[in-house]
């Protein structure tokens, strides 16, 4: 682990303790107000934390009676609005990080850097001469040019275009190939994270819902508010229980999931827990039910909406009225199993894509 | 015209100018940034002279700088004369009644000046001195040239605490205030006139080209 945090404030309000992954982009994912900006000031040291112990590598930055000043830290940031100096040139910007260096090796790098972050030729322009994705990256430039050790991102990509910012997307993730340095990325969008992050920490009122590489964050939330966050509108409660053959069962309504992947440490009772919308499968209509299908589930559709190439429908599990469950599926898959409202469908809820939540936010 | 009296008001609105700046700098710049629950009241006691009457302001500095009080008997001390009735005495008021004048305009400068530019300055490795110099002062420039254009025409036409502080010597302490005052009091209207007319030029000209400065440098940073 390369980045050790332990922070601790009132206002705002943070009790956050998190290990960041060397190498690797961490995404801090939450709401807005979730004081995941407040989380990156305090790395920068930008934000005096009552208490806070930040370590890299072993160094401490905060905390053991040491308190680095930001200038003395091996970080670039890059913030929401880029904060490029207006009275300097893309070239001037970025030369002003690299005051250590001697005027001549300093044009050099900055030119460098520039052409790394696909703004070769800009460099005499002025901020407000340059386009959002120009400046966005005129301010990655500027955070990359020290080599700094922690990168921070501070939604960096919210003030550009959709199509802007998928192109950054790529040209950050083929920087990063190249610097391997800490980033740390501060977004509340979920797809980005999706998309950038190889780690992922959910943040919600200052504190760590849940951390660990972002595939298994993403697809496997512990708890409620995990789930939410991550947009997950499949969250039911059971019951959970054992047969006589001491298999798992996990009763939702009159349905009789058999839940083998659970972990046996989880005890037997009410249960609560989700399944992805894109982890509910669909049955081929001529199977016959309930044959060698993983815990088939009969609904019928209450809605079909396209979006593009995929279609997210909302169906009625039978004898559950108030238990409306989501899939997401492919539009062709739609056609092809004749989807439509109030048509009646088999589902297939396998039993290692059922995710047990805890109702505490504990990580 | 009184040749002597206009060198002088130049000289000191100079002198004051070359005093006041560095001072409201770094005056203007911790009040931008201060979190101090003190603020509203060094700012109050900054703002003073912009609401007393010179008369009261100007008997204070002359208590202040009379033999009676430890800066007066300093100054006599280390310069040989006293500190009222004197070029310095004149400088020292002068100073003080400006303050608003000059802090202000370079406070609210301050002020303009996103946060995250500061912070990007620590960010990019720059200490205060070369964030300040680097990074603040060019994007404050307009406040501190309003500033210095308010103090340098404040001062030239400064009358009552000028009046109080320093009275009525040639070439020591009459200003082109007071020189209109005293040439208008001895019916001699045609100096007279000729001086306001040349104080109302001054003035006129130093305040709309260094308005227009103001407004060319706020478009340009507005369309930044």
Same mark, same amino acid.
């Given at each position: 682990?390369?980045?050790?945090?332990?922070? =601790?404030?009132?206002?705002?309000?943070?009790?956050?303790?998190?290990?960041?992954?060397?190498?690797?982009?961490?995404?801090?994912?939450?709401?807005?107000?979730?004081?995941?900006?407040?989380?990156?000031?305090?790395?920068?040291?930008?934000?005096?934390?009552?208490?806070?112990?930040?370590?890299?590598?072993?160094? *401490?930055?905060?905390?053991?009676?040491?308190?680095?000043?930001?200038?003395?830290?091996?970080?670039?940031?890059?913030?929401?609005?880029?904060?490029?100096?207006?009275?300097?040139?893309?070239?001037?910007?970025?030369?002003?990080? +690299?005051?250590?260096?001697?005027?001549?090796?300093?044009?050099?790098?900055? +030119?460098?850097? +520039?052409? /790394?972050?696909?703004?070769?030729?800009?460099?005499?322009?002025?901020?407000?001469?340059?386009?959002?994705?120009?400046?966005?990256? !005129?301010?990655?430039?500027?955070?990359?040019?020290?080599?700094?050790? !922690?990168?921070?991102?501070?939604?960096?990509?919210?003030?550009?275009?959709?199509?802007?910012?998928?192109?950054?997307?790529?040209? +950050?993730? =083929?920087?990063?190939?190249?610097?391997?340095?800490?980033? !740390? /990325?501060?977004? *509340?969008?979920?797809?980005?994270?999706?998309?950038?992050?190889?780690?992922?920490?959910?943040?919600?009122?200052?504190?760590?819902?849940?951390?660990?590489?972002?595939?298994?964050?993403?697809?496997?939330?512990?708890?409620?508010?995990?789930?939410?966050?991550?947009?997950?509108?499949?969250?039911?409660?059971?019951?959970?229980?054992?047969?006589?053959?001491?298999?798992?069962?996990?009763?939702?309504?009159?349905? =009789?999931?058999?839940?083998?992947?659970?972990?046996?440490?989880?005890?037997?009772?009410? /249960?609560?827990?989700? !399944?992805?919308?894109?982890?509910?499968?669909?049955?081929? %209509?001529?199977?016959?039910?309930?044959?060698?299908?993983?815990?088939?589930?009969?609904?019928?559709?209450?809605?079909?909406?396209?979006?593009?190439?995929?279609?997210?429908?909302?169906?009625?599990?039978?004898?559950?009225?108030?238990?409306?469950?989501?899939?997401?599926?492919?539009?062709?898959?739609?056609?092809? *199993?004749?989807?439509?409202?109030?048509?009646?469908?088999?589902?297939?809820?396998?039993? %290692?894509?059922?995710?047990?939540?805890?109702?505490?936010?504990?990580? | 015209?009184?040749?002597?009296?206009?060198?002088?008001?130049?000289?000191?609105? @100079?002198?004051?100018?070359?005093?006041? $700046?560095?001072?409201?700098?770094?005056?203007?710049?911790?009040?931008?940034?201060?979190?101090?629950?003190?603020?509203?009241?060094?700012?109050?006691?900054?703002? $003073?002279?912009?609401?007393?009457?010179?008369?009261?302001? @100007?008997?204070?500095?002359?208590?202040?700088?009379?033999?009676?009080?430890?800066?007066?008997?300093?100054?006599?001390?280390?310069?040989?004369?006293?500190?009222?009735?004197?070029?310095?005495?004149?400088?020292?008021?002068?100073?003080?009644?400006?303050?608003?004048?000059?802090?202000?305009?370079?406070?609210?400068?301050?002020?303009?000046?996103?946060?995250?530019?500061?912070?990007?300055?620590?960010?990019?490795?720059?200490?205060?001195?070369?964030?300040?110099?680097?990074?603040?002062?060019?994007?404050?420039?307009?406040?501190?040239?309003?500033?210095?254009?308010?103090?340098?025409?404040?001062?030239? @036409?400064?009358? @009552?605490?000028?009046?109080?502080? #320093? #009275?009525?010597?040639? #070439?020591?302490?009459?200003?082109?205030?007071?020189?209109?005052?005293?040439?208008?009091?001895?019916?001699?209207?045609?100096?007279?006139?000729?001086?306001?007319?040349?104080?109302?030029?001054?003035?006129?000209?130093?305040?709309?080209?260094?308005? #227009?400065?103001?407004?060319?440098?706020?478009?340009?940073?507005?369309?930044?």
């Amino acid at each position: 682990m390369s980045l050790s945090l332990d922070l =601790r404030h009132d206002g705002p309000p943070l009790d956050f303790r998190a290990d960041l992954p060397r190498g690797r982009i961490t995404a801090l994912l939450g709401p807005s107000g979730s004081g995941k900006t407040s989380i990156l000031r305090a790395i920068a040291g930008l934000l005096p934390v009552r208490e806070a112990r930040v370590t890299l590598e072993g160094e *401490h930055w905060d905390g053991a009676g040491v308190r680095l000043p930001t200038r003395a830290r091996s970080i670039g940031l890059v913030s929401q609005h880029y904060a490029l100096f207006p009275h300097l040139s893309a070239l001037g910007n970025v030369e002003m990080s +690299l005051t250590h260096l001697p005027a001549a090796e300093r044009r050099a790098r900055a +030119l460098e850097v +520039l052409a /790394l972050a696909h703004v070769g030729g800009l460099e005499h322009r002025r901020p407000h001469e340059l386009s959002g994705g120009q400046k966005q990256r !005129v301010a990655l430039a500027r955070a990359i040019a020290r080599a700094p050790r !922690v990168l921070l991102l501070d939604e960096p990509f919210s003030a550009v275009d959709r199509s802007t910012r998928k192109r950054l997307y790529l040209e +950050l993730r =083929r920087l990063h190939e190249q610097l391997r340095n800490t980033v !740390v /990325l501060v977004t *509340h969008d979920l797809d980005e994270a999706a998309q950038l992050a190889d780690h992922l920490c959910l943040v919600r009122h200052g504190r760590l819902l849940q951390a660990g590489p972002a595939s298994d964050v993403l697809n496997r939330p512990r708890s409620v508010s995990a789930a939410r966050l991550l947009d997950i509108p499949n969250v039911f409660e059971g019951r959970l229980t054992r047969d006589a053959g001491d298999e798992r069962l996990l009763h939702w309504g009159p349905h =009789r999931l058999r839940v083998a992947a659970l972990d046996p440490a989880l005890p037997d009772g009410l /249960l609560r827990w989700a !399944v992805l919308p894109s982890n509910v499968l669909l049955a081929h %209509a001529d199977r016959a039910w309930n044959s060698d299908l993983e815990n088939a589930v009969q609904a019928r559709v209450l809605e079909v909406v396209e979006l593009g190439g995929e279609a997210v429908v909302r169906v009625q599990p039978a004898g559950l009225a108030d238990a409306p469950l989501q899939l997401r599926l492919p539009t062709r898959a739609i056609r092809r *199993h004749a989807v439509s409202r109030d048509a009646d469908v088999t589902l297939c809820l396998r039993s %290692a894509d059922i995710v047990p939540l805890c109702d505490d936010a504990a990580p | 015209m009184d040749a002597t009296a206009i060198a002088l008001s130049a000289r000191l609105a @100079g002198v004051t100018l070359l005093v006041l $700046l560095p001072l409201a700098v770094l005056l203007g710049r911790w009040l931008a940034v201060t979190r101090t629950r003190f603020k509203p009241w060094i700012e109050g006691l900054l703002a $003073l002279p912009l609401v007393l009457p010179p008369t009261v302001v @100007g008997y204070y500095l002359l208590v202040a700088m009379g033999n009676q009080s430890a800066l007066g008997r300093l100054f006599e001390a280390l310069v040989g004369h006293a500190l009222a009735f004197s070029f310095g005495g004149l400088v020292f008021a002068s100073v003080l009644v400006n303050i608003p004048f000059a802090v202000q305009p370079v406070q609210r400068a301050f002020e303009s000046i996103a946060p995250d530019l500061r912070e990007a300055a620590q960010c990019c490795g720059l200490t205060r001195w070369q964030a300040l110099w680097r990074i603040e002062l060019p994007l404050a420039w307009p406040g501190l040239l309003s500033a210095a254009v308010l103090t340098f025409a404040h001062t030239l @036409g400064e009358f @009552g605490v000028v009046l109080m502080v #320093g #009275g009525n010597i040639p #070439g020591e302490t009459q200003t082109v205030a007071i020189s209109i005052y005293d040439r208008t009091q001895s019916f001699d209207h045609a100096s007279a006139g000729a001086m306001a007319a040349l104080l109302l030029v001054i003035s006129l000209v130093t305040m709309a080209v260094s308005y #227009g400065l103001v407004e060319r440098l706020m478009r340009r940073r507005r369309s930044a």
